[in-house]
Each structure stands twice: as structure tokens, then as C-alpha cells.
């Protein structure tokens, strides 16, 4: 009998399950995993997916068949009868042959946290370079995997882990699937020659680049808007824009910057999305300065510090200049507002208070100027001294018998393009940028 239109989208609304695995090894971060499953079903949600409900499993260590353990198995298979589930979502990665045992046993599509992740990503790709970094990221994860995934690819209605590539790709064999992948790959290629180019020509013009980076949700976008008036998408949502946005800000000192917004992190952030993703995250790597947001009001906040470390080191941009911005004070309590600190600079603000954005750029402005530098030289070299003045703001200037000692706050890109001429005549370099302060 042929199902009408409205039994096949009721087919297509995932009602899903939530299943969490605690080992004898996460006992030592109950509270991380506890908020793991807390963020799963925030990415259940904005997958589009109906969460009844959730459930957890303590064991030793992981079933390498089942998972979660046959007998559990068999216990979420009942709850899913019960409550009429046709999915379960597992807030870790899964191999192929234990997703294929589960969907024996349940009968029901099953996705884990990655392909979750992936999904969402592929939902949010507008720009022809997200859409190519998607599919690259879901055909990578899928392909050792394959033997895994039959039910998934062939369930009616599609929902999540059916977008992106397409039913059809998916379904063909390993070497159709390799190809695509290295497609894709050259697609990117061209990609990257382009945003190359682009950096290139804002290196050029000799502009400060400044990036935000931070966990999903931290408030990224809403500071990028807020500071730059751009027509950016802002929503109360993980990962609410994936394309890197970059904007000129006008300092207080009257110089422009370019500030660039990037895609948030997350915990277990896939490898093959960090990968997919690396040209548009390099916009990291070429910043200047990195400015770190944190959502202040998160009880996860140090944790999620963490992971925006973690990737940050992937990407080797762990040793650049940061200055770390507990954002949403506005919702922080008081007595937790005490707390909040950083190894290095950090600001705390909230990005709807017109004098914290204020002082935010001064900040930036105080990193833009660069280290006070002094110099002793030569009363007699002249072209040395109008260099040094040049190379900044002169700060100080004294003359000692037949020497002139000049304190600069040497602009960053003058310095390294003329600095070495006057590296035999410097004497310290007190370091750049300001460090600390409340609100």
C-alpha cells in the first residue's frame, strides 16, 4: 500500500534516544561527562531531532561488539518500543561493525556523536566552500565505515545522517567514494589558492589581523556584529555560522584592523571536520592576535577553555598573541565573576555594553602598537635615530654624553620589516600588551 505524504514526514522526524557510556577512566570527570550528555541533547535539538528521552551505562570499559554491553542493549531496545523511538544517538564515536550490531538488534537508525556533529554542519553549509568541506568531512568518516551504515543509508525519509552527500553516493562502492574524496580535495585545492591570494593582498596592505575564536555558542558572532555593526547571522544556538566573516574595525586611535569570526569548537570536535576545515581555520594561524571568547556564564567554562587550547595546538596556533574575553557577564554572577582568570591578558565584558566594547578596543589597540623597545644610539648617527622614530611612538628620549636613548612602542609591522637595522642598538623589549582586569 503506498504511504501518503504525512506518513512518510512523520517517518522522517527522528525520535530519538540519548545513550552515554561512563568508563572506570571517565569516573575521574563525572562532571565532564554529565555536561557531555547536557551538550548532546542541545545538538540533538539543533539537528532537528525529538530527544524522549536518555540513558546511561557504567562499565569497566567499552563493549568493543555492543558497545554499552548486550544486556543494556537490550534494555534501550525496550525503551525504545515503549516510547516509539526510531533512532538512537550515542554521545561517543562508534566503529562500523558496532553500528551495524546495534542496528541488528534495535532496528532502528543509529548515529554517534561525530556523524551528529556532521550533520549539523552540513545543515548550516550556505557557501560553496562549506558545502565542499562538509561532504569531504561525512564521505571520510563514512567510508571506513560503509559495512556499517547499510540500514542507515537505505531508511525512508531521510533525517540525520542522510544529508550532505546524498543517499546515492553514499550507497556506491568504496572506489566511487574515494574518488569523490579526492574531487573534493582538488575542489578545495582551488579554494585555498583563492583565500591564499586574498590573505596575501590584506598582508599587503599591511592591515592588523585579529581572530575570534572560542567554543560554539560562546558569543563570537554577537561581538563581531556588536563591534563592527556587520549584518551577521547572530542566534542563540551551536554553531549558528560556519564561513569565516572578516570585518575593518576602526581603533580608537583612528587605524583600521581587520577582525575575522571563525566557526566555533566543541568537545571531540571530529578530525575529519578540523581537517576538512583546516584551510578556513588557517585564518587562525595568520591572525596577529587571537582573541579568545568565553561564555562566562557556563558552569564548563575552564573545560571548554581547554578544548579551544586543544584545537589550537592541532593547528599550531597555540604560541600566538591571545587575549581571553569572558563574554556574557551580563549573565555571570557576581560571585563567580571573582573567579574568573586567564594565564595571560584577558578582559571581562559582555558584548552589549557600548563601554566594554570600548575598552576591548583599546586592548586591541594596546597589542596593535607593539613592545616598548629601547635603543641606545649613536648622537652621531642620525639616519639611525629618525629610523628608530619611524619605527613608532616615542615614548621617551634622553641624551647620555654622545648617546640618545629613545623608548619606542614600535609599530609591529614597521619592526619586522626595518627592526633588524637597529637590532645592534637594542637594549630591552618590555613585551607588548597589557595584562589583566575586571570588569
Known amino acids: 500500500m503506498k504511504q501518503s505524504t504525512h506518513e512518510v514526514a512523520a517517518q522522517a522526524i527522528d525520535r530519538a534516544i540519548l545513550v552515554s557510556l561512563q568508563t572506570q577512566e571517565d569516573k575521574r570527570r563525572e562532571k565532564l561527562v554529565e555536561y557531555s550528555m547536557q551538550e548532546l541533547v542541545s545538538l540533538a535539538e539543533t539537528a532537528g ?43 561517543q564515536e562508534l566503529s562500523g561493525a558496532q553500528v551495524r550490531n546495534l542496528e541488528e538488534v534495535l532496528d532502528a537508525k543509529i548515529i554517534d556523536r561525530t556523524q551528529l556533529i556532521l550533520d549539523i554542519f552540513a545543515q548550516r553549509a550556505k557557501t560553496r566552500e562549506g558545502i565542499l568541506q562538509v561532504e569531504l568531512a561525512q564521505l571520510s568518516y563514512l567510508l571506513p565505515r560503509l559495512s556499517g551504515h547499510g540500514k542507515n543509508l537505505s531508511r525512508l525519509g531521510g533525517g540525520i545522517g542522510t544529508r550532505g552527500p546524498g543517499e ?5 562502492d568504496r572506489r566511487h567514494i574515494r574518488g569523490r574524496i579526492g574531487e573534493l580535495k582538488r575542489q578545495l585545492q582551488e579554494v585555498v589558492k583563492h583565500r591564499k591570494l586574498y590573505r596575501e593582498r590584506r598582508k599587503k596592505t599591511g592591515a592588523f589581523q585579529v581572530a575570534l575564536v572560542g567554543y560554539t555558542n560562546a558569543g563570537k558572532s554577537t561581538l ?32 583600521e584592523i581587520v577582525l575575522t569570526d571563525t566557526v566555533g569548537f566543541i568537545q571531540h570536535l571530529p578530525h575529519d571536520l578540523v581537517a576538512a576545515f583546516r584551510a578556513t581555520l ?6 596577529d592576535l587571537i582573541l579568545h571568547v ?23 596556533a597555540h604560541g600566538k598573541d591571545q587575549i581571553t574575553l569572558f563574554n556574557k557577564m551580563d549573565l555571570c554572577p557576581p560571585e563567580e565573576s571573582e573567579l574568573l582568570t586567564a594565564p595571560g591578558p584577558f578582559l571581562k565584558l559582555s558584548a552589549y555594553r557600548d563601554d566594554d566594547l570600548e575598552r576591548l578596543k583599546l586592548e586591541i589597540q594596546e597589542h596593535q602598537s607593539g613592545a616598548s623597545v629601547t635603543y641606545r644610539i649613536p648622537a652621531d648617527r642620525g639616519d639611525l635615530v629618525a629610523l628608530a622614530y619611524r619605527m613608532g611612538e616615542v615614548e621617551d628620549s634622553e641624551v647620555e654624553e654622545d648617546t640618545m636613548v629613545l623608548r619606542v612602542r614600535v609599530d609591529r609591522d614597521a619592526y619586522s620589516k626595518t627592526g633588524h637595522q637597529l637590532k645592534a642598538y637594542e637594549q630591552t623589549g618590555e613585551g607588548s600588551g597589557s595584562t589583566t582586569e575586571g570588569e
Open 294 to 316: 568565553v561564555d562566562a556564564s557556563s558552569p564548563m567554562r575552564h573545560e571548554q577553555m581547554d578544548v579551544v587550547a586543544e584545537v589550537l595546538e592541532e593547528l599550531g
Open 168 to 172: 546515492s553516493k553514499l550507497e556506491t
Open 49 to 91: 531531532v525529538e530527544v524522549l528521552g536518555t540513558l546511561s551505562q557504567n562499565r569497566e570499559s567499552v563493549d568493543t561488539k555492543w558497545y554499552i554491553g548486550k544486556g543494556k542493549v537490550e534494555e534501550l531496545k525496550a525503551i525504545m518500543a515503549e516510547l516509539n523511538a526510531n533512532t538512537a544517538i550515542f554521545d
Open 224 to 255: 563581531l556584529r556588536q563591534l563592527t555593526q556587520a549584518d551577521v547571522y547572530v542566534e542563540n544556538q551551536l554553531f549558528a555560522t560556519l564561513d569565516p566573516t572578516s570585518r575593518n574595525l576602526e581603533l580608537p586611535g583612528g587605524k
Open 282 to 287: 588557517e585564518e587562525v594561524n595568520e591572525a
